[in-house]
């Protein structure tokens, strides 16, 4: 079932991201992106203490349907991966929001969040 968590922001390349504290977020893709990729089969992410700008490419994900790029939704540095996607990656099919997330970024730019879409903006983009 497609959800949308309203707690979370949302880009129109399909990432989530959740604002934890100190200034750090937590990244992956959306319900959506998930059901339209079908089974995931393999996730490539990048490592601990790698930098990126907004929107630049920062993994690979692959399904039994596609292959797609993962873009970074906000500017940061990457603090943690989630280790478990390598050995697991239908975590992303099975729960995208809290067991199959992908990175967690220390915002460089908070300013970034203000273009993400709120969950309403998204479920109305992904509808168009």
Known sequence: ??????????????????????????????SFAADQLGDVTYVELPAVGTK?????KFGVIESVKS???????????????NDKLTAEPELVNEDCYQKGWMLKIKLTNPKDLDAAMSADAYKQF???
Do not use: C, W
């Open 1 to 30: 079932m497609l959800t949308y968590p309203a707690d979370l922001k949302y880009v129109k390349s399909h990432e989530y991201v959740r604002t934890e504290e100190g200034g750090v977020v937590t990244v992956g893709i959306t």
């Open 67 to 81: 292959v797609s790029d993962l873009f970074m939704p906000v500017a940061g540095e990457v603090v943690a991966v």
């Open 52 to 56: 990126f700008e907004n929107e630049q």
């Open 126 to 128: 992904v509808v168009e």
